[in-house]
Nanobody, 125 residues
């Protein structure tokens, strides 16, 4: 049973931090590229970040550069998204997804095979 489960969302004040987790079961993330995405109410889903398998490179959308960091813990079969300096416009449901292709593309969702159900992040005072 292939499954991705996101966790770590919640309510945080502007300027605060959260760490999201993407835990995989039924398969290993070692050979996968992993991306984070978000969707706010009434808006299209957008790519946030991606980490590749083949070279370990990380990629970020312009609107999170310098604030968010994606990382991989192979021993826990988990990928994280550390989010700092959060802004109200970061409010969204955050999803992780994996690609067996193993590399990231300019359009982050290209080749993503499996998706989690999402975790809600609300940034508000």
């Amino acid at each position: 049973q292939v499954q991705l489960v996101e966790s770590g969302g919640g309510l945080v004040q502007p300027g605060g931090s959260l760490r999201l987790s993407c835990a995989a079961s039924g398969f290993t993330l070692d050979y996968s590229a992993v991306g984070w995405f978000r969707q706010a109410p009434g808006k299209e889903r957008e790519g946030v970040s991606c980490i590749s398998n083949s070279d370990g490179n990380t990629y970020y959308a312009d609107f999170v550069k310098g604030r968010f960091t994606i990382s991989r813990d192979k021993s826990k079969n988990t990928v994280y998204l550390q989010m700092n300096s959060l802004k109200p416009e970061d409010t969204a449901v955050y999803y992780c997804a994996t690609s067996s292709i193993g590399v990231c593309y300019r359009k982050f969702d290209y080749g993503m095979d499996y998706w989690g159900k999402g975790t809600l992040v609300t940034v508000s005072s």
